[in-house]
């Protein structure tokens, strides 16, 4: 059970919208703790793909967006392409007494 | 160019033990704080452990507090992490990971293609 929780799966065609959720508490999200995200290509390490809730590293496509509010956060993906089909992660900081460096659980991309 | 290289993954007994090695290169690693983070087969991402630029602070998950070590020499360019007591379910890809320098926050710019470690009679 991940201290973040993310949907296990959401799916879009191409040229489509989508957005995936994180869904944090008052320890992590809740608390002001940036939310980071990272897109993992089959067979590949995780790629950093937002920081800071909402900023892209450089070459990242601005087809990728995150926002964050309140206790959740959330990626959204315009233009959808057959090469976003992946993993995605959010990321943040857990205050509690098991606290440290957290991940939600992943959500699997599939483009139609 | 950024590159994290890590070595020293393979199967290993319960109760065995394993040092995985990361080599830093294209940036100047004393500067940066340094990561492991592990993805079991088919699983989610799970953070490990942390250690500052000068090995002043380090940080473990509760999962392997105890059983795990992380290290490294800034002289070698490396990352250590120095795996005892191993479990089933320490079965993973242990990637090596930096955190950018200069962040508010704490996350992961680069990662290294992982290494894998199989905890298996």
């Known amino acids: 059970q991940s201290v973040l929780t993310q949907p296990p799966s959401v799916s879009g065609a191409p040229g489509q919208r989508v957005t995936i959720s994180c869904t944090g508490s008052s320890s992590n999200i809740g608390a002001g703790y940036d939310v980071h995200w990272y897109q993992q290509l089959p067979g590949t390490a995780p790629k950093l793909l937002i920081y800071?809730?909402?900023n892209r590293p450089s070459g990242v496509p601005d087809r990728f967006s995150g926002s964050k509010s309140g206790t959740s956060a959330s990626l959204a993906i315009t233009g959808l392409q057959a090469e976003d089909e992946a993993d995605y992660y959010c990321q943040s900081y857990d205050s509690s007494l098991s606290g440290h460096w957290v991940f939600g659980g992943g959500t699997k991309l599939t483009v139609l | 160019e950024v590159q994290l290289v890590e070595s020293g993954g393979g199967l290993v007994k319960p109760g065995g033990s394993l040092t995985l090695s990361c080599a830093a290169s294209?940036?100047?690693?004393?500067?940066?704080?340094m990561n492991w983070v592990r993805q079991a087969p088919g699983k989610g991402l799970e953070w490990v452990s942390s250690?500052?630029?000068?090995?002043?602070?380090?940080y473990y998950a509760d999962s392997v507090k105890g059983r795990f070590t992380i290290s490294r020499d800034n002289a070698k360019n490396s990352l250590y992490l120095q795996m005892n007591s191993l479990r089933a379910e320490d079965t993973a890809v242990y990637y090596c990971?930096?955190?950018?320098?200069?962040?508010?926050?704490?996350?992961?710019?680069?990662w290294g293609q992982g290494s894998l470690v199989t905890v298996s009679s």
């Open positions: 990971a930096r955190k950018p320098l200069d962040s508010s926050g704490w996350y992961f710019d680069y």
């Open positions: 294209g940036f100047t690693f004393s500067h940066y704080s």
């Open positions: 250690i500052s630029s000068s090995s002043s602070y380090i």
């Open positions: 800071a809730n909402n």
